[in-house]
């Protein structure tokens, strides 16, 4: 995963490490870990990632 935002670093596509999907409400998510920092960062799938 490339495309990212990392709240802590307030910075885009730092990458992330980790990285576990899950649905939720129909939803598909990736959370995993900021390459940078390590905090945790959340990317949203939408039907264009597909």
Do not use: K, S
Request: charged content about 25%; some cysteine; hydrophobic content about 35%.
């Amino acid at each position: 995963m490339h495309e990212t935002w990392c709240d802590n670093c307030q910075q885009v596509n730092l990458g992330m490490i980790e990285p576990f999907e899950y649905e939720l409400h129909g939803i598909v998510f990736i959370e995993g870990r900021c390459c940078r920092c390590g905090e945790a960062v959340l990317t949203e799938l939408t039907e264009d990632d597909f």
